[in-house]
């Protein structure tokens, strides 16, 4: 049962005695509202605390508690023998504002907010990365078989007995045992050829390609990217305040001459090589020479997005675009979220040795430094075996997956889907058949749970390109039949209603 008060000026005022906010917190709350929101006015004594203690049947200290609070943050003022009054001394405009707030429903009221023309169209875009689970969302990766014990022990290790760094001073590139364990890593995978030193660690490579483009991009210019492509690398050029020329590619990956006939002054070509985001292309050798060739010659760079090639399921993973690099003209763009998980925030970038400083001072004045404690622990990782491991059985799982995604879908949905196996990724593309529109089975799919995406959002320019991006890594074998049934229920429906 609630505790209330007769007086007229506080009727509203209840008190829960069962709640575990203490009842003289309760009570300055609930008299601030009132004199806020203008149901007890400026001027107003307050009953006495005796009276008021025994009207609510709390104690006389719990009022004079509550009292002494409000008095302290200047809502009522006291004075010795005449009692407590509601101050005069509240501004109108604040008491007008407080009482349009209680209007909307929305919490905060409407109003102009003058942002900069960049957060304006960033603005609409922003879903948050808010999890919302694993069925067929592409770029998960499996989370139950990620071996936290060990993850945890080295972790552990380390914050038991911090060096003095770990707390205070990290170095702005990264610790040198993780600059060192990438370097040597990235050599014997991707056969990126680097020094430690030219490994600067940063927060997720989505950080990695903001400073890239920061680096490279004046407001205004013009800058290559793949259609379809990264939104991320979008995004980062919009907020660079630059142009993104979306260039289209086709199966051996990025063109060189479409792209210049495009924007031939564009001074920074954004590509995925290994495997194109999100079609899945590697792109051809000629292709990748004809593109070095050109930054030499003109003078230009390359943003290398190597975001999830350790997952190659025919033959050897491919060797890096900065591998084949001898002019300095590739900036290597590398995450652990998709070997480990997102939420470390830990990435990489190698850039050519006369740009370490340059990235080094743009680092440094966005967040200064990851996390010391992830990166000694994640320098172990590496080092003592413990990733290559990983990366080995979940290649042969997501392999596994894979099979039996693409045999489900071609054996239940070849009405409405067409369905190859990838030779790597973590994702593959159904194309949908006609009158299947990818952005309505989009929205659908979610409904039902399914975190698959329509790939003509992947587009800069208004398409014709139907498909879906299914993503089998981080969702069970087992799950696999439940939830194709579920699409196919879907695919059913949406080509019903046209
Ligand atoms: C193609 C591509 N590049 C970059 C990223 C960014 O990854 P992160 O910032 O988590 O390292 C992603 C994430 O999904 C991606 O799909």
């Known amino acids: 049962m609630a505790y209330r008060t007769k007086n007229a000026h506080l009727a509203s005022l209840s008190l829960d005695p069962d709640s575990i906010d203490p009842l003289h917190r309760q009570l300055f709350m609930v008299l601030r509202e009132a004199?806020?929101?203008?149901?007890?006015?400026?001027?107003?004594?307050?009953?006495?605390?005796?009276?008021?203690?025994?009207?609510?049947?709390?104690?006389?200290?719990?009022v004079l508690t509550a009292f002494d609070q409000l008095t302290a943050e200047g809502y009522i003022t006291s004075r010795v023998g005449a009692g407590s009054y509601v101050s005069d001394q509240l501004p109108d405009d604040f008491l007008e504002r407080r009482k349009k707030e209680q209007q909307t429903t929305s919490g905060l009221p409407k109003r102009e907010i003058h942002l900069s023309r960049m957060a304006q169209k960033l603005r609409k875009q922003a879903d948050g990365d808010i999890y919302r689970g694993k069925n067929f969302s592409p770029g998960?990766?499996?989370?139950?078989?990620?071996?936290?014990?060990?993850?945890?022990?080295?972790?552990?290790?380390?914050?038991?007995?911090?060096?003095?760094?770990?707390?205070?001073?990290?170095?702005?590139?990264?610790?040198?045992?993780?600059?060192?364990?990438?370097a040597d890593h990235l050599g014997q995978t991707r056969a990126v050829r680097c020094t430690p030193d030219q490994v600067i660690v940063l927060s997720g490579s989505q950080q990695a390609i903001h400073l890239v483009?920061?680096?490279?991009?004046?407001?205004?210019?013009?800058?290559?990217?793949?259609?379809?492509?990264?939104?991320?690398?979008?995004?980062?050029?919009?907020?660079?305040?630059?142009?993104?020329?979306?260039?289209?590619?086709?199966?051996?990956?990025?063109?060189?001459?479409?792209?210049?006939?495009?924007?031939?002054?564009?001074?920074l070509a954004c590509i995925s090589p290994s495997h194109q985001y999100p079609l899945g292309h590697t792109m051809s050798l000629p292709r990748r020479l004809d593109l070095l060739k050109w930054a030499r010659e003109e003078n230009r760079f390359i943003l290398e997005d190597d975001y999830d090639s350790e997952y190659r399921y025919t033959g050897r993973p491919l060797s890096s675009l900065q591998g084949l690099d001898t002019d300095n003209r590739v900036l290597y763009v590398?995450?652990?979220?998709?070997?480990?998980?997102?939420?470390?925030?830990?990435?990489?970038?190698?850039?050519?040795?006369?740009?370490?400083?340059?990235?080094?001072?743009?680092?440094?004045?966005?967040?200064?430094?990851?996390?010391?404690?992830?990166?000694?622990?994640?320098?172990?990782?590496?080092?003592?075996?413990?990733?290559?491991?990983?990366?080995?059985?979940?290649?042969?799982?997501?392999?596994?997956?894979?099979?039996?995604?693409?045999?489900?879908?071609?054996?239940?949905?070849?009405?409405?889907?067409?369905?190859?196996?990838?030779?790597?990724?973590?994702?593959?593309?159904?194309?949908?058949?006609?009158?299947?529109?990818?952005?309505?089975?989009?929205?659908?799919?979610?409904?039902?749970?399914?975190?698959?995406?329509?790939?003509?959002?992947?587009?800069?320019?208004?398409?014709?390109?139907?498909?879906?991006?299914?993503?089998?890594?981080?969702?069970?074998?087992?799950?696999?039949?439940?939830?194709?049934?579920?699409?196919?229920?879907?695919?059913?429906?949406?080509?019903?209603?046209?």
Not at 39 to 62: E, H, Q
Not at 409 to 419: D, G, I, M, R
Request: proline share 7%.
């Open 213 to 267: 483009i920061t680096a490279f991009a004046e407001a205004g210019d013009r800058i290559w990217m793949e259609e379809p492509g990264y939104p991320g690398i979008r995004n980062s050029i919009l907020y660079a305040g630059a142009t993104p020329v979306a260039v289209p590619v086709d199966e051996e990956g990025f063109h060189l001459e479409t792209a210049k006939k495009m924007a031939p002054e564009a001074r």
């Open 35 to 62: 004199i806020l929101d203008g149901r007890i006015k400026p001027g107003v004594r307050l009953p006495s605390s005796r009276i008021l203690a025994s009207d609510l049947k709390v104690s006389r200290n719990t």
């Open 334 to 498: 590398g995450t652990m979220s998709k070997v480990m998980f997102p939420g470390l925030r830990i990435g990489y970038l190698v850039v050519p040795p006369d740009l370490v400083d340059v990235f080094l001072s743009l680092r440094k004045d966005v967040d200064g430094h990851s996390p010391a404690v992830a990166e000694a622990a994640l320098a172990e990782f590496i080092s003592e075996g413990y990733l290559a491991a990983h990366i080995r059985r979940m290649r042969l799982l997501y392999e596994q997956r894979q099979e039996t995604l693409v045999s489900l879908l071609q054996e239940k949905a070849s009405e409405y889907l067409s369905v190859t196996p990838q030779e790597s990724g973590m994702h593959v593309i159904a194309w949908t058949k006609p009158p299947l529109k990818d952005r309505d089975i989009e929205t659908e799919a979610r409904k039902a749970g399914l975190l698959l995406r329509c790939l003509s959002g992947f587009y800069e320019k208004p398409t014709d390109k139907s498909g879906l991006l299914i993503g089998f890594a981080g969702t069970r074998a087992e799950d696999m039949p439940q939830l194709v049934d579920k699409l196919v229920y879907i695919l059913k429906n949406q080509s019903g209603q046209r």
């Open 140 to 182: 998960t990766p499996e989370f139950d078989q990620f071996p936290f014990e060990d993850w945890a022990r080295l972790l552990g290790r380390h914050w038991r007995r911090p060096k003095p760094e770990f707390l205070v001073g990290n170095p702005i590139g990264g610790s040198r045992v993780l600059r060192e364990a990438l």
